[in-house]
T-cell receptor
Framework: AQTVTQSQPEMSVQEAETVTLSCTYDTSENNYYLFWYKQPPSRQMILVIRQEAYKQQNATENRFSVNFQKAAKSFSLKISDSQLGDTAMYFCAFIGAGSYQLTFGKGTKLSVIP | GAGVSQSPSNKVTEKGKDVELRCDPISGHTALYWYRQSLGQGLEFLIY????????KSGLPSDRFSAERTGGSVSTLTIQRTQQEDSAVYLCASSSTNWETQYFGPGTRLLVL
């Protein structure tokens, strides 16, 4: 069974600064996908970024980028130029290739301070 | 609509009553999922539908929970004889196929009094 661990229950960052959210996972599979989802107070779970395990290049989406370390089973999210709208719960999630069940971490509550 | 929709947005019910939660997936998505998000428990998988195949119900917590998907599109999650521990946010997601990115709806917040 896969597990996903987010060791930072809460974090805060000053507006315009950079913050990194940590995620580690445990799996015996070689091919899988990793995701970061954002859940603001509106409850809508929004996809932030996706990484395929077979790709060595780290995924980036505008101000969001990941540091994917496959050997270490680490998948951190970096948010650059933090904005007030980034305030939300952030969930790291794992899915094995060919599977369908997402395994989520417990989440990190990020607050962006003006 | 472009995204996954769910109704109702909020539901308050009395212990022992039945409730139905509805999910309308993204058009063309063959895979549909239900998750439950409880305070302090994170997100747990409930059930998965893929096309016309038999659903995977392995995540349903008890036989009071059931779900169906009519015509390969809209899905209904039914909770019979609700209990207070059923209070949670119920999230629906859909994807174009089983391992592709899952897109979530806004959820239904259920409160059982």
């Amino acid at each position: 069974a896969q597990t996903v661990t987010q060791s930072q229950p809460e974090m805060s960052v000053q507006e315009a600064e950079t913050v990194t959210l940590s995620c580690t996972y445990d799996t015996s599979e070689n091919n899988y996908y990793l995701f970061w989802y954002k859940q603001p107070p509106s409850r809508q779970m929004i996809l932030v970024i996706r990484q395929e395990a077979y790709k060595q290049q780290n995924a980036t989406e505008n101000r969001f980028s990941v540091n994917f370390q496959k050997a270490a089973k680490s998948f951190s999210l970096k948010i650059s130029d933090s904005q007030l709208g980034d305030t939300a719960m952030y969930f790291c999630a794992f899915i094995g290739a060919g599977s369908y069940q997402l395994t989520f971490g417990k989440g990190t509550k990020l607050s962006v301070i003006p | 609509g472009a995204g996954v929709s769910q109704s109702p947005s909020n539901k308050v019910t009395e212990k022992g009553k039945d409730v139905e939660l509805r999910c309308d997936p993204i058009s063309g998505h063959t895979a549909l999922y239900w998750y439950r998000q409880s305070l302090g428990q994170g997100l747990e998988f409930l059930i998965y539908f893929q096309g016309n195949s038999a659903p995977d119900k392995s995540g349903l917590p008890s036989d009071r929970f059931s779900a169906e998907r009519t015509g390969g599109s809209v899905s209904t999650l039914t909770i019979q004889r609700t209990q207070q521990e059923d209070s949670a946010v119920y999230l629906c997601a859909s994807s174009s196929t089983n391992w592709e990115t899952q897109y979530f709806g806004p959820g239904t917040r259920l409160l059982v009094l």
